[in-house]
């Protein structure tokens, strides 16, 4: 295919190419006649796509041309979804309904108004237009949807593009982002201006509706579920902090582990004193039995000693109470007023033994008085030591009950305290995670509450230029297009031979003549008949005279066809003339009709041994019937000659005429040539060259140049 080929084509079709482009004009004149104007509103609302902010780190939210994108899309998706538009369809009704019957032209004209009547009966209008709400009213529309569905009235106001609260009439909002920004443009067109600006107001309503649901169910839910986590783990922990609080009670434990440390060092404290206790007692005891000792030479001193005892024992007595309560509760008071009485009766003991002492030394020389006073000092002195080492063993027992009391209380309070931490520590976790949750939701509330409109709906107060135009230009490009691209498609699907290169390949043979069909002389008047078919068998005349000095006998022509329509008759006759125009004696021999003779011709025919009778003539012309109907005679065909396989553009070539022509090339046939026959005007100058016709100085020029570029 080239330049040629398609020019070739618009000149053949270039008449129905006018025609159809005309009534295609005149047809889209007619039908948009009354074509109604469109109105379109527009509006910018700004997504913050990319400039929300994230609350669990105080700044921009992390963003990134995948998170964007989506982002973006679910803006178009929301917009374009199904239960968008349809709340859309119920809340434009509901207003319009709403207005009443008087209303501004601003708001919806007076032939809408009268499309809305005709939508719905005057009781259902009267009903809705009763509610006082516009939500109890939006609810009346939305059940009447859901019991007609099916209905006709249904599909034609709520489905149809005709009407303004049609699901597919609404479809037809347009939302886009603008470049790389957060700014989004929507338009809407309708036949009403006010209308238009109402449906892409209410749009952007259940728009920002839409996302803000979307947005925070999910974020919702995992805040409802982390509350009635954290609820019940306070519970749990204020449960466990409860039976802490009755173990204490119920062992008077205020601080375990200070009151053991405390309890461990007391008891600590003690033994130290009591074995310090125990060491002064053995060392007063030793001092009281050497006193003794030196005092038994004097019996009645030791019985006047005795005598004195009453009052020591009164002063132990005294001493027993100071020390009960100096290493017990520590009175400080009591233990002033205890001295003040030990040291009275002290005195009182010491005047009395210096008072009636009647002896005043011992037998070793000692001083009496001052050994009795030493006496007094170490009984006193042992008496005090044991009233101490009573009072230690008691504070021991004490002790030893205190330690078996708190030691299994330690493994209980451990097994609480450790129930405690983990409650604890399942509530603080607990409580971030809704920490995490709420400042999310919060995130996203923001984020959907960044959705806003820049540039609220416009009113469009001047209508659309008409596409009528434009309609009446594409209805003639596609009357123009339609014949040409139907005559390319025929062209391109023709599985006929059509042209020369198509017969050479479909036969492997080369084309040595080719003649034009019958209507060539009727288009072509400015041709020259004659000289065309001339040359037309110029290289197949040439053949037969070269083969005709070569070989200096009759030179045989096998006229050979695969179908009746091959217009072999046309071809022997203008071969008949040309051989007759150059004086060549020659003789046909056609076995082309033996059909429609008796049999015997066509046994005559196949039994044909002996060759051509008549080899005085220069040229024997032999036409050999349909080779694909009839046995061919192999003996005539094997015969030297030049074999012509006549074929007709306009025959289709079948798997049928290459098996024939398979089987006569294993024959090893020499001399075959293809003739064509109703070859396409523009294909004869690839057989002839040049048609000989009269031509201007353009076409010989703009031809040339096609030449050249192809």
Not at 128 to 145: F, L, T
Not at 434 to 462: C, E, F, I, R
């Amino acid at each position: 295919m080239n330049a040629i080929y398609f020019l070739r084509l618009l000149h053949n079709s270039f008449r129905w190419m006018i025609i159809l482009g005309f009534s295609f004009a005149i047809i889209v004149f007619v039908f948009t006649i009354n074509m109604p104007r469109e109105y379109e509103s527009e509006a910018e609302l700004n997504s913050s796509v990319s400039t929300s902010v994230n609350l669990g780190d105080i700044g921009p939210a992390p963003m990134d041309f995948f998170s964007t994108s989506s982002k973006v899309d679910n803006i178009i998706n929301t917009v374009k979804s199904r239960q968008t538009l349809n709340e859309v369809s119920t809340a434009l009704l509901s207003y319009h309904l709403g207005l009443g019957n008087d209303v501004s032209e601003l708001l919806i004209s007076n032939s809408s108004l009268s499309n809305l009547e005709d939508y719905f009966s005057i009781e259902v209008m009267e009903e809705w237009r009763g509610e006082k709400s516009d939500d109890k009213r939006r609810k009346a529309i939305d059940s009447w949807k859901e019991e007609n569905i099916t209905s006709e009235g249904y599909h034609r106001v709520f489905e149809s593009e005709k009407s303004p609260y049609g699901l597919k009439s609404l479809g037809k909002v347009q939302i886009y982002r603008i470049g790389s920004s957060d700014l989004m443009r929507l338009t809407y067109r309708w036949n009403d201006a006010g209308i238009a600006q109402k449906t892409l107001s209410l749009i952007l309503d259940v728009l920002f509706s839409k996302m803000k649901d979307m947005n925070l169910s999910m974020s919702r839910d995992v805040v409802a579920y982390f509350e009635i986590e954290l609820e019940n783990a306070a519970g749990n922990l204020s449960l466990a902090e409860q039976q802490m609080k009755i173990f204490r009670e119920e062992n008077d434990i205020l601080n375990f582990y200070e009151q053991t440390e405390a309890l461990s060092a007391m008891k600590e404290n003690m033994e130290d004193e009591l074995q310090k206790e125990i060491a002064n007692f053995n060392a007063t005891k030793a001092t009281l039995n050497n006193l003794e000792r030196q005092l038994s030479v004097n019996k009645e001193l030791l019985r006047y000693g005795r005598q004195l005892l009453i009052v020591k024992d009164k002063i132990a007595a005294i001493q027993r109470q100071i020390a009960i309560v100096e290493i017990g509760a520590k009175n400080q008071k009591l233990i002033s007023r205890l001295r003040k009485e030990e040291r009275a009766l002290n005195t009182q003991l010491k005047t009395d033994l210096l008072n009636k002492a009647a002896f005043e030394r011992t037998t070793d020389g000692v001083d009496i008085k001052r050994l009795l006073e030493s006496w007094v000092d170490a009984t006193l002195a042992l008496d005090e030591s044991k009233a101490r080492l009573e009072v230690f063993e008691e504070r021991k027992s004490y002790f030893d009950r205190e330690y078996r009391r708190m030691s299994p209380l330690g493994t209980n309070l451990i097994k609480i305290e450790r129930l405690i931490k983990v409650r604890e520590e399942y509530y603080m976790e607990v409580l971030h995670g809704l920490n995490q949750a709420v400042l999310h939701k919060q995130t996203l509330s923001m984020s959907s509450d960044g959705l806003t409109v820049s540039v609220p709906a416009t009113y469009p107060s001047k209508p659309l230029p008409s596409k009528r135009l434009f309609l009446l230009i594409g209805g003639f490009i596609i009357g123009i297009v339609l014949p040409y691209l139907t005559v390319f498609l025929f062209d391109l699907l023709d599985q006929s031979i059509k042209t020369k290169n198509r017969a050479e390949f479909f036969t492997g043979k080369t084309v040595i003549a080719g003649f034009p069909s019958s209507s060539f002389r009727l288009a072509h008047r400015d041709v020259d008949i004659p000289q065309l078919y001339r040359k037309c068998l110029n290289q197949l005349m040439q053949r037969i005279l070269n083969q005709r000095l070569i070989s200096n006998k009759s030179v045989t022509l096998n006229i050979l066809h695969f179908s009746e329509n091959s217009k072999k008759e046309a071809f022997t006759e203008y071969l008949l003339n040309a051989l007759h125009s150059e004086e060549i004696k020659h003789e046909v021999h056609d076995f082309s009709a033996i059909e429609d003779v008796s049999k015997s011709k066509y046994k005559a025919y196949i039994s044909n041994n002996d060759g051509l009778p008549n080899q005085t003539v220069d040229v024997n012309i032999v036409v050999h019937p349909n080779i694909l109907e009839f046995n061919y005679n192999k003996s005539l065909i094997l015969e030297p000659a030049i074999n012509l396989y006549v074929l007709n553009t306009k025959s289709i070539w079948r798997t049928a005429d290459t098996y024939k022509l398979n089987e006569l090339k294993s024959l090893e046939l020499e001399d075959d040539h293809i003739v064509l026959m109703n070859v396409k005007d523009y294909d004869m100058e690839n057989i002839v060259g040049e048609i000989p016709k009269k031509r201007s100085q353009i076409r010989v020029l703009f031809k040339r140049l096609l030449d050249f570029t192809s």
